[in-house]
């Protein structure tokens, strides 16, 4: 047993992470704890986001050889804590299950829940494998001593940078395949497919900036009442794991449906693509021809681009699968109804109601509960930075390598076991 005065040299075991140097830089800070770090890469775009020591190479199969394996690696490696991003990942998820049955600390690493410039640090994962409580008096209390966030922005990052490192993440992983023959990509879609699909939305990124402008500026000015349903990302583990949907389609089926029959009839649905969408399914397509045939053409509008900010401070209220846009409004005080399962999904704070009934009486945040929340977030699984610009990952993997050396993630007052919410049951897809 180490001594009061010397420090706990525990082992942490990094997986997969972001497109991004940040978990190489946490690395080396918690070594200069005194930690030890390793790596299981999975692909070669991990090995070229690690360029450190400590790496071992995984070339074997999913499944029951990769359990095997991960677990044996744990014990001759006495593991203490798992680091990664995407618990949901096939691989993370084995991982994750060996890491318990050993009392391995998991810490899930991801996009800040609060933006543009923070990074979420959560003990076992997100929404449905939150800790983070739910209870309104409970999140009143354990917010009762902290502050206002500071909500300045400290750091920037360009798109740019994040395109960047998104090739030099996946096209490695295309054509050096051979190198890891076994493994297995957790997107739906391959990266050259996805690449072209931005190249070809980029062709028409100016036109489209134009008309979504406009768009906003008619909504703005029309003084007609209405919502936004911000579109997700179709391989975003918020809608594949955490929410009642296989596929988007089906929530933008079910919000539409309900907006047309329970909505005023001056109201207005404003439907937002995911800015980082790759144009792969035809969203607007889709959306205006359901709208067609619910007889609601004029009333539903697509969006593509455009000031989201400016659309949220004055829309009626705001339905999400389980989107950080939904954080957004509640923080301007909007309401907001959530789909699937989201941390901000509580009572008091978001409208707990059917969503037949949201169009008619949406439900605002309450206060002190909205308050409270956001304190409580920013506080026990929030930190600053970014993953894609130097100040950003450095700030970034300052934060997150202290509170991982002093077992602060969830802390103070974040922390509920067992998680407080439940994984949705998957809905019976229908036609699309």
Known sequence: MASPTTPERRVFLFLQGPSSPIFGKIAGRLEAKGHRCLRINLNPGDQIFWRRKGAYNYRGRGGNDWRGYVASFMDRHAVTDLILLGEERPYHLLAIKAAKDRDIAVSVIEMGYLRPDWLTLERDGMSSNSHFPNDPQQIIEAANTLPEPDWKRRYTQSFTAEAGYDLLYNLPNVFLWFLFPHYRRHALFHPLAEYAGWVLRLAGS????????????????????????????????????????????????????????????????????????????????????????????????????????????????????????????????????????????????????????????????????????????????????????????????????????????????????????????KISPGPH
Request: glycine content about 8%; proline content about 6%; aromatic content about 8%.
């Open 206 to 425: 100016r036109r489209r900036a134009l008309a979504a402008s406009m768009l906003v500026e008619r909504v703005l000015t029309s003084g007609a009442s209405f919502f936004v349903f911000p579109l997700q990302l179709q391989t975003d583990f918020q809608l594949r794991s955490h929410s009642p949907y296989i596929d988007q389609r089906e929530a933008i089926a079910e919000v539409i449906t309900s907006f047309a029959e329970h909505a005023p009839r001056t109201a207005q649905l404003i439907v937002k693509i995911h800015p980082l969408d790759n144009g792969l399914i035809r969203w607007q397509a889709h959306v205006e021809e359901l709208a067609s045939r619910l007889g609601i053409r004029g009333r539903v509008q697509f969006l593509d681009g455009g000031d989201l900010n400016a659309l949220l401070e004055k829309t009626a209220g705001v339905v999400t699968i389980n989107s950080t846009v939904g954080l957004h409004a509640l923080q301007l005080g909007k309401p907001v109804k959530v789909l699937g399962t989201a941390v901000f999904d509580i009572a008091d704070l978001s409208d707990q109601a059917e969503l037949d009934q949201f169009w008619a009486a949406p439900a605002h945040p309450q206060e002190p509960v909205r308050t409270a929340f956001f304190r409580l977030l920013a506080a026990a699984i929030q930190v600053r930075g970014n993953f894609y610009s130097a100040t950003g990952t450095d700030g970034g993997a300052d934060a997150i390598a202290e509170r991982l050396h002093n077992r602060s993630i969830n802390q103070p007052g974040g922390f509920i076991d067992p998680p407080p919410r439940r994984k949705p049951s």
